[in-house]
């Protein structure tokens, strides 16, 4: 076990490496004139130009930028962005809300499709299981574009049940709507693979052992087939977590949350390639500890699997 | 953990982010939320250092810090506000501004003659950077602090500037200090409104023409409001009334400007009643807006101006009549009512009339919309059978220019289509490669309020954005005759002979005048916006 973590950890490594370069890469192949960018419709003027180029090293070459970007990185300067703030400060004002808003969801996400799915995994064909086929089919047809101002008018203003937006220093109860928001875009699927997974595992040769042993369908279900049926989702919820940061672009700006997906999507709109490398190196970790994180997680719900 | 319960572990887990997730968080709302304050929705502003600020949103939060020389009255005439009086010689070329006596910056420093010029000269020294300099140009001196990139964009460094003082900036006591321009220039009280002309103090600076590093954190003005703690990034900045202020006093005793990265997140939180003022409803929320907010849903001109300019080194536009007959045939109210749902207004003069001296129609019977006469004049003049509109697809200029091809192809029968390049810098390349592009999308939006303010730019052979290439002698001789005019009375009245050369001319097509469309909530009430789409802090105040 301790082997294979810290092998997974030197590939973190390389693969951290990886990604930030092809990262700055594109973003150097995309960035055009960010200066233009920043004063908008007006000309710069030439010493505006110079003194900003010095400044951001934007006249040198590819590598020039990228070694000067890594050597920041390494001595832990994520740079400055073009409006002159410190990257390394506009990640950790970002990060904690969206990880909250994130974590939020994926609970919400996960207790609802797991509790559901089981349910009509076991009855399938039922009532409730015709329901949640519908229900989740409609979900997974709304796009999050439509459905978060939806539900912010709909919660947010007319009922009034949430406030209407939520801010850095959002408590649960703001955060609420938008995670419900966040949360099913995985809902649907997460509730389809655990339905299907429940419905195979029930007719395995050893929920017959165990019910021909006489033991309450309770433990039945709740031991047996549940520890089996969670391995694909739990894998797919580790990959879901990717899909909530990028699906919070669209979340963060509709709640106000100045969070990371907000942050990405400024650094494109301006051409702040510092901006956004910083931002997608953090997330690039963040994907690497998730999967190991599920890997292991592999162990603790099947005996079977062992690292070495 | 293998052989326990799967539920315990989730269960377990579950427990620990809802605690995570409900401890590491205080309460949203702003508890320390002064009385009679009120909050105003902007966008993160790009700096607070006033030099550095070129955007809406930075600029208001200024307006609330700093006392400018001059503010504008209902008609954009200037008015001295922080100076006691602006005085020039003949040429209007030695400009004398004498200060209030009194005023003191926010951390109790006197604001003296000096501060200008320290803030002057930081914002024209071109190392510095700073997005404004600009505004700079017309003081004697400004060439000297700028320094060209000797590769341009290559990796040798620049020089160093032949000088760090503007030589056009003078002390001659506490009070008073003289401003020489490299030539006369009427409306230079006009200029010396903008934000780049506010005073900072001696605190702002580390050494000698070096600010301080975080001085836009928490920037200290001469204004009515000050920072209440620092400026909290993508979230609000927080400004309190000054005790004792020496000049025009705000009725509200503090504002907090509530960062919003969508507009839509704004009016969401304005109907909520979460904030008081939105400045800028959304287009898509424009439809139930007066159902919403009813009498509280405003409208006041803004000086932002939409036109299409004519390629003038394209053949095929060569032809006057050609320009003229394509503006007749577009109808510029059908736009602004169905595209625009009434935010913007027809345009048919070519500066702003709400610019002190400008005429509202001066574009006159050829920017009416008469289909018949323009398909006449179309067909005498020969005109092209197929016409492009180029536009930035980054901009939401699809939906007019379509429907403006629409009524191109209507009243003249010809073919019209649009073309959306990615950006406006690629359109502006094809351009100047004097490509093909058919029709030009453009938008301006004024620095002072000076008809000089559009036709210098605009028009000028020399002008800064005049990207389609017109040029006529008889146009920027007006226009520099004007600017050199004794009074601006006289310069109005030759800048207004510049415009008509326009109308002969028809270089560009002009669209629509933008407007301020702003809504506030229930708890606000003399709520009123200039014509550079910022709140007038000095009026509003708490209803009932």
Not at chain 1, 55 to 72: N, P, T, V
Not at chain 2, 150 to 175: H, Y
Not at chain 2, 401 to 411: E, P, R
């Amino acid at each position: 076990m301790f082997r294979f973590i810290v092998r997974r950890l030197l590939q973190m490594v390389l693969t951290f490496f990886g990604a930030t370069f092809v990262v700055y890469a594109l973003m150097f192949a995309y960035v055009d004139d960010p200066l233009q960018a920043l004063v908008g419709d007006r000309p710069v003027t030439d010493s505006q130009r110079a003194a900003l180029n010095a400044r951001y090293h934007l006249d040198e070459g590819f590598f020039a930028q990228y070694w000067h970007y890594i050597k920041g990185l390494l001595t832990g300067d994520f740079g400055q962005s073009l409006t002159g703030r410190s990257i390394g400060d506009m990640l950790s004002q970002a990060w904690p809300v969206t990880i909250r808003l994130a974590l939020l969801s994926i609970v919400i996400a996960a207790v609802v499709a797991i509790g559901a799915g089981v349910l009509s995994g076991i009855r399938r064909g039922g009532v409730f299981d015709t329901v949640t086929l519908v229900l989740t089919l409609i979900v997974l047809a709304m796009p999050i574009v439509v459905l978060a101002p939806l539900a912010q008018l709909v919660f947010g203003i007319q009922l009034g049940w949430f406030p209407p937006t939520a801010g850095r220093n959002a408590g649960l109860y703001e955060l609420l709507l938008p995670a419900l928001v966040l949360g099913s875009l995985v809902i649907a699927t997460e509730l389809r693979v655990t339905r299907t997974s429940v419905a195979e595992n029930l007719r395995a040769d050893y929920v017959r052992t165990a019910k021909a042993k006489g033991l309450a369908p309770r433990r039945v279900i709740g031991v047996h087939v549940l520890r089996n049926s969670l391995i694909p989702v739990i894998t797919l919820i580790g990959v879901d977590i990717g899909v909530l940061m990028s699906g919070a672009i669209v979340t963060e700006g509709v709640f106000n949350i100045p969070g990371v997906g907000f942050n990405l999507f400024r650094g494109i709109r301006t051409e702040d390639g510092p901006l956004v490398v910083g931002f997608v190196s953090v997330l690039v970790i963040v994907f690497l500890v998730i999967n190991l994180i599920v890997d292991l997680l592999y162990a603790a719900l099947d005996p079977r699997i062992r690292y070495e | 953990m293998p052989g326990k319960s799967p539920w315990k572990v989730a269960a377990t887990a579950t427990a620990v982010v809802l605690l995570a997730a409900g401890c590491s968080s205080g309460s949203s709302d702003d508890t320390e939320v002064l009385p009679n304050s009120i909050s105003i929705g902007i966008a993160e502003p790009t700096s607070l250092v006033p030099s550095n600020s070129i955007e809406t949103s930075g600029s208001q939060v200024l307006a609330s810090l700093f006392y400018p020389l001059v503010r504008f009255d209902a008609k954009s005439n200037p008015y001295p506000v922080a100076a006691q009086s602006i005085t020039h010689d003949k040429a209007n070329r030695v400009w004398t501004i004498r200060l209030k006596p009194g005023f003191t910056f926010s951390n109790g420093e006197p604001v003296v003659a000096d501060n200008y010029l320290d803030a002057w000269n930081y914002g024209a020294y071109g190392p510095n950077g700073q997005l404004a300099s600009y505004f700079f140009q017309r003081i004697d001196g400004f060439a000297d602090l700028q320094a060209k990139d000797p590769d341009d964009g290559g990796p040798e460094k620049a020089p160093e500037p032949k000088a760090k003082k503007l030589r056009g900036l003078k002390k001659v006591n506490n009070l008073t200090f003289t401003v020489t321009l490299t030539e006369g220039f009427a409306g230079w009280q006009s200029v010396m409104g903008y934000d780049a002309f506010f005073p900072l103090p001696k605190a702002a600076f580390s050494g000698d023409g070096v600010l301080n590093k975080d001085f836009g954190e928490a920037p200290i003005g001469n204004g009515p409001f000050k920072m209440k703690g620092t400026w909290q990034h993508d979230e609000k900045i927080v400004v309190e009334k000054v005790a004792d202020f020496k000049g025009t006093i705000p009725k509200v005793s503090g504002i907090t400007w509530k960062i919003y990265q969508d507009l839509g997140a704004q009016y969401a939180d304005l109907v909520g009643g979460n904030l008081d003022i939105e400045t800028k409803i959304p287009i898509e929320n424009l439809a139930s807006a007066s159902s919403d907010l009813g009498t509280r849903l405003a409208r006041t001109p803004s000086s932002s101006f939409s036109f299409v300019g004519f390629p003038m080194y394209d053949d095929k536009y060569k032809n006057p009549d050609v320009r003229r007959a394509l503006s007749m045939a577009i109808n510029r109210q059908e736009m602004t009512d169905q595209v625009f749902l009434g935010s913007e207004q027809p345009a048919t003069s070519f500066v702003s009339p709400q610019v002190a001296g400008a005429r509202p129609n001066s574009c006159g019977q050829w920017c009416e919309y008469n289909p018949t006469r323009a398909k006449q004049l179309y067909t005498a003049a020969n005109g092209p059978r197929d016409i492009k509109i180029s536009y930035n697809t980054d901009g939401g200029h699809k939906a007019w220019v379509d429907a403006m091809c629409n009524q191109i192809k209507a009243s003249l029968a010809v073919n019209c289509t649009g073309v959306g390049l990615p950006k406006l810098k690629d359109l502006l390349a094809k351009v100047r490669a004097k490509e093909d592009v058919g029709l030009i999308r453009l938008g301006w939006a004024m620095d002072y309020p000076l008809m000089e303010s559009y036709l210098g730019p605009l028009y000028t052979s020399d002008g800064s954005s005049n990207y389609y290439g017109y040029n006529n002698t008889t146009f920027d001789s007006l226009v520099r005759q004007g600017s050199a005019a004794p009074t601006v009375a006289q310069s109005q009245k030759l800048w207004n002979e510049a415009e008509d050369q326009l109308v002969r001319d028809m270089p560009v097509l002009p669209l629509r005048f933008g407007q301020n469309v702003f809504g506030y909530s229930e708890k606000v009430t003399d709520v009123t916006m200039d014509l550079f789409g910022k709140v007038d802090i000095y009026a509003v105040d708490i209803a009932g």
